[in-house]
């Protein structure tokens, strides 16, 4: 009778053994979301890029602002940008799916061609340079497209817009620089504990 009363605890035990040794073996996810602190801040980007038939390139500035979303999951920016005279405000968040093991990148437009058309990318991060991919369709082709940030410190990036028809050969269709000019409270590195359901 005394061992029908310890069977429930037992089995409880026993169920619960595999789950505690694959978390204790599979690394925190919250160090992994550490990979997008670098974007917490506020930021101005500098850039030039060419339009088609234009004999020189057109200037673009980002002005930028990041901070960690309440519950630590999501690093989440507001952009007002400017495409050679023509504003564009939107809404960007990044964040790291553990079961697919990839970070994000969404992103939303208010106005113009994008909006109501949420954008959505996949990220790849290796030490300080991260690249958002993805493809479209021009003309009939699909073609590739990424954007390539190369960190050189906490405060500096190079950004690169590039396109691609086989993956392989990349043309740089836009350039520039970003440089933090401040930072905001709350904007430590998330912590490995409850981060996300």
Known sequence: MNSRRLLPGFLLLISTLPAAALAAGRPGHGATLRELAVSAGRWVYHGQF??????????????????????????????????????????????????????????????????GKPFAARMQIHGPTRVESWTSRRNGKVVRERIVYDFASSSRVTVQFQQSRDGIHWKTTASGVGEKTGTRAGNAPASAGGLRG
């Not at 200037?59 to 952009?79: L, Y």
């Open 50 to 115: 060419r339009t088609r038939g234009a004999a020189s390139p057109s200037a673009w500035t980002w002005h930028e602002d990041c901070r960690w979303s309440a519950n630590r999951a999501f690093m989440v920016c507001s952009f007002s940008n400017t495409w050679a005279g023509r504003h564009v405000d939107s809404v960007v968040v990044d964040t790291y799916d553990r079961h697919d093991h990839a970070f994000w990148h969404y992103e939303v437009f208010n106005s113009g061609r994008s909006a």
